[in-house]
């Protein structure tokens, strides 16, 4: 039977509705992606499906109730990861589920099941590691501007964080890569995507504040111990563009 | 004086103190918050990991601390935050995530009790505020029990540190220093927080030290060694139920006759007693099966899971497809999350090697230990030197910049097998 790829805009509803195409179908579907393909095979069919509430919601609560909230946050989480292939593992990997129910998840040895794991297991560290990572600066409006540069597209569990703690604070957190932005104020956010920031004029308080940090930045280092690879192996080189406390002077 | 000369000056005072973890609170402010696991921001030039912005209140000491920095006797700038400079700070800081709270901490200042009623303040005013974010504390020797307290209302987590591993070393180093003056406050957060956890069921309380509290020893300064070291924190674990010993490598700041003539900190004597550490908060060892009398220093080249191992080869081989959860913990190469993971897959289907390497398991280490329905793995070579030598070979050793030479390193490396395996008098 021919080879079937789906394509998506990537969403949640974008992923659950292919999923329900591919069992109503009955197509041999082998992968799902989040965007256009970017090369095409030519012994595989592509075929868009469009995001729909309707049959996103029948997936997610035959997920949450045959199966288990967990299994959906594992697909959810591994969705995100935009790993080559992960759409053909999460797909079967719901097949699986269905069959074997909550079980599922103790099926480690399972390849599918190992992907999705270890895909979401990927999408949790970023999460965690943006958290700790992600510098705001104050702009003349008032608002505290972030961007971020991710492996995964974590801008959603990281927007839901902040909105959390923040309270009232207004606040921009911009994907540079996905053009994407989450604006929040008064603890809930939006998220628009397509979105191409303007250069941000900056508080006039602001300079002051990461010159500070970086002079702190500096103190608190014991240079008897100095070891820039244990440095890099926690935060490594690709997060410093966007660090107040790393990022090349010409760049502040 | 400008902020930032004073932020420079008291941030290199409090680089001492391991400190910095955020975790074990939960607390929501009008802005801020704690997060359970506790978020690191940054990682230091030294590569250890910035939470907590931490900071002396001031460096002013009335000690002279044979060890400390801060003691009267040595030359360093001197500095003081008002109570509202090192509130704004935290504030600008936490607002563009830069730190996930306040590491607070002081030299003596006047008094103890002084000293803890403006950091008192300080909690006070962010408190007051709306600031949500982590708060640890350090308890002030010698403070009052009641200002103590006070402080734990208003901090996720505080901690007294014990300094040195013994009396003798205490007296010796720090002679203003006593036993019991640690002890005291350590004992009161303690009561503190189970008099809070005991009064949880009748009506929310108000939460004291939420995230428990910790302390610190420095390692290398004084003589103990690292089975006294072990001993004490498994006591202290025990008797206080501490949350975490630091261990801080001896780093030379001063030229007191009594402290050791080194030029490099002890890290991996550090890196060693941490490991050790970790099997006893994770892994079910007790403190005193760690080491023995008869060899009472952590191996070199070896790290202390797999030498505990090799001692006691007749806990092995386990197998893994049958073994409960506390007997897979005992195995080199199976941590926490792999022998969880085996636990689930084995319900599915009888493992195997390679679904072991799958699951996480270090093969490499493992091997020598496990069985597979009842078989090891195919071409294991076998014995305990070879054992030694092949999982010391995998030891990353030069994170430390041992220096060693390849030849002297295999020979010390031999001595060192031959005294663990008890082939040597230690």
Known sequence: MTEVIYMTDGSLEGLFAAVHEAYYSGENVVDILPGPAQMQNYLVQYKSIAADGEKSDRVYSALNKKVSYEAFEYVRDAWLSELPGIGGHILSYIRLAFRLGRKIDDFLTNADVAAVHAASYKVGAETHRMLGLLRFELTADGIYFAKIDTDHNVIVPIAEHFAQRLGDRSFVIYDTKRKLAALAKNGEYALYSGVDMPEMQLHPEEMQFADMWRRYFDAIAIKERTNPKLQRAFMPKRYWKNLTEKKPPATR | ?426
Not at chain 2, 166 to 176: D, E
Request: net charge positive; hydrophobic share 40%.
């Open chain 2, 1 to 426: 004086m400008e902020l930032y000369e004073k932020l420079e000056i008291l941030g290199a005072a409090a680089k001492y103190d391991a400190s910095c973890s955020s975790s074990g609170s939960n607390r929501q402010g009008k802005v801020g918050s704690a997060a359970l696991p506790g978020i690191c921001h940054s990682w230091a030039n030294d590569g250890r990991c910035i939470s907590l912005l931490k900071v002396l209140l001031s460096n002013k000491c009335i000690y002279n601390c044979a060890y400390c920095k801060n003691s009267t006797d040595s030359d360093v700038p001197r500095a003081e935050f008002a109570p509202e400079e090192l509130v704004k700070i935290t504030e600008s800081f936490y607002a563009r995530n830069y730190i996930e709270g306040l590491f607070l901490s002081s030299a003596v200042t006047r008094n103890p009790d002084y000293t803890m009623e403006r950091m008192l303040e300080v909690m006070r005013l962010l408190r007051q505020r709306g600031f949500g974010g982590y708060i640890h504390c350090k308890a002030i020797p010698g403070a009052s029990d009641d200002l103590v307290r006070q402080c734990g209302f208003l901090a996720d987590r505080m901690s007294v540190n014990i300094e040195l591993p013994s009396q003798s070393s205490l007296q010796l180093l720090a002679p203003k220093k006593s036993k019991l003056d640690i002890l005291n406050p350590m004992g009161v957060i303690r009561n503190a927080i189970t008099e809070a956890r005991d009064k949880k069921s009748i009506h929310a309380p108000e939460p004291f030290v939420p995230a428990g509290q910790s302390t610190q020893m420095i390692v290398g300064a004084s003589p103990e060694t690292d089975r006294q070291i072990l001993l004490l924190s498994g006591a202290l674990y025990r008797n206080y139920e501490l949350k975490r010993v630091y261990y801080s490598a001896y780093v030379p700041v001063t030229n007191h006759p009594a402290l050791p003539g080194i030029t490099k900190p002890p890290l991996l004597r550090e890196h060693r007693l941490y490991q050790a550490d970790w099997l006893m908060r994770f892994y079910n060892f007790s403190s005193d099966e760690i080491l023995d009398e008869r060899l009472p220093m952590l191996d070199e080249y070896l790290d202390p899971k797999c030498a505990w191992a090799l001692r006691h080869m007749e806990y092995f081989p386990v197998e893994v497809n049958r073994a409960p959860l506390n007997t897979l913990l005992r195995v080199p190469g199976i941590g926490n999350i792999s022998a969880r993971r085996i636990l689930s897959a084995r319900r599915m289907a009888k493992l195997t090697f390679s679904d072991l390497k799958a699951l996480g398991v270090v093969l490499k280490r493992a091997a020598y230990f496990i069985t597979c329905s009842g078989k090891y793995e195919p071409q294991l070579k076998m014995s305990p030197a070879y054992v030694y030598r092949a999982l010391s070979a995998q030891e990353k050793l030069p994170v430390f910049d041992a220096g060693i030479q390849t030849s002297m390193f295999d020979e010390a490396r031999e001595l060192s097998a031959m005294r663990l395996l008890g082939r040597l008098q230690a």
